[in-house]
């Protein structure tokens, strides 16, 4: 589900828009008594963890759908080589990656030449 409102939170700079809950954190706290902002200020972090749990859980459920979801402290990753070391990938994977790229490299250079000989 996307936000109603377009584009919030706005992209501005992080630490204007940490220093602008400041200033509302300094004027929310106005007359009320010390019992009346501990409940207030209880509230709104309950409204926080709600919303922190609930894109954490949205995480899950995308990173389990994009297969990237990776336990390191599985006995799986404990035993061999590091995952993020070669990208979940073996060596043998990535031999037909490196071949092709090298292949279209190839194809640039001539490409190039004759673009520099018809000149």
């Known amino acids: 589900m996307t936000s109603n409102i377009p584009n919030f939170p706005p992209n501005i700079d992080p630490q204007v828009f940490s220093f602008i809950a400041v200033l509302i954190g300094s004027a929310a706290v106005g ?3 010390a019992v ?5 200020g209880n509230w709104l972090i309950l409204v926080g963890q709600f919303i ?3 894109a954490a859980q949205q995480q899950l459920i ?3 759908i994009e297969n990237g979801n990776l336990n390191i402290n599985s006995r799986e990753a404990k035993m061999g080589g590091s995952f993020y070391a070669n990208n979940g990938k073996s060596n043998q994977n990535q031999r ?3 071949d092709f790229l090298l ?3 190839e194809k640039i250079q001539r490409e190039l030449e004759n673009i520099k000989n018809n000149l």
Request: avoid cysteine; proline fraction near 0%; glycine fraction near 0%.
């Open 52 to 54: 922190l749990t609930n």
């Open 31 to 33: 007359d009320y008594s």
């Open 62 to 64: 995308e990173s389990r």
């Open 36 to 40: 009346e902002q501990n409940s207030i």
């Open 96 to 98: 037909a990656e490196v």
């Open 103 to 105: 292949d279209a490299v």
